[in-house]
């Protein structure tokens, strides 16, 4: 099950009480707190389908969520959880969807793996590995013919790039000058492989080089460099230059459902441990507590 809804609005939150830098910083906390809190459920077994979490995804979802403008749509994946979140600002409305007690307007259940809350400006989500690139092509393209004003941002994965989709979007989208940013969240795994093990690398930068389209790339675990490439990308897709966006990211959780995932599970993520996952520059957190100051970053914890 799918769900396509392009008159959807974004939610964003500001508080005049606080810096822009400030309000990301707490905003990937804030993330990173209910996603250990889903994780603490998905232990329980309170869900009956696979929710597929993105501890390490949390500044690439604020950054987005900060870039876009309120014409703008997204197109997910099944990693979709804390985009969700991100973009919605609320635990309770994505609880609703994964123990199937909110309906669509269609009527249909959401679930997980195809969530696109609605007020979100998510306008579509998939479980099939590349399709939302298509997708979001063509909703570019109907943007691009009917005058509408705003961009269409795209998430895929170093694992989805490898799909026909992938390239066959960036040519059409660059033969159309399409407003599209598409945003490859390089984390170098995909279900439970790296690239090495899988396929020879991928230059990106000399791949767009090559078609036509531009290219930007930032750590996708610090939130201002990110908003800084993805607002870029945002100004250039407006202008009939579309973009490819290669965010580099770790995910400490397991593909889907609870981490750890079973009894001698290397991957160990507790709430009890704290909001931090890992203490390197790979966890969003680290930049966060590094920005506000190991006092301020406790004492909001704590909070």
Known sequence: MTKLVEDSSPVRDTSPET?????????????RYWQHLLN????????????????????????????????????????????????IKSLDAILQHYRLEECSPAGGLMGSMNLAVDGSAIAY???????????????????LVT????????????G???????????????????????????????????????RCNINLDQVCAGIGVKYFSASGAVVEDSIAVLSQARESAVSGNPVCVELRLSTFCQHAGPTPGWPDDPLRISIEDGLLVTDSPD?????VREALGVDRYRSVSDE
């Open 283 to 287: 966890d969003p957190v680290y930049h």
């Open 19 to 31: 810096t822009a830098s400030d309000a990301t910083a707490l905003a990937v906390l804030r993330l």
């Open 160 to 198: 989805a790039m490898e799909e026909g989709s992938f390239w066959e979007t960036l040519v059409f989208s660059c033969s159309h000058h399409l407003p599209l940013v598409i945003v490859v969240e390089n984390n170098d795994h995909s279900m439970s492989s790296t690239i090495k093990q899988r």
């Open 40 to 87: 603490e459920m998905l232990k329980e077994k309170q869900f009956k389908i696979p929710i597929h979490l993105g501890f390490g995804h949390e500044a690439a979802a604020v950054a987005l969520d900060y870039s876009m403008a309120m014409e703008d749509r997204l197109c997910l994946t099944h990693r979709n959880a804390v985009y969700n979140l991100a973009r």
């Open 147 to 158: 005058g509408q004003s705003g961009a269409v941002f795209v998430l895929t994965g170093d």
């Open 125 to 143: 989500t998939s479980s099939i590995l590349g399709n939302n690139l298509p997708v979001a092509a063509g909703m570019a393209m109907n943007r």
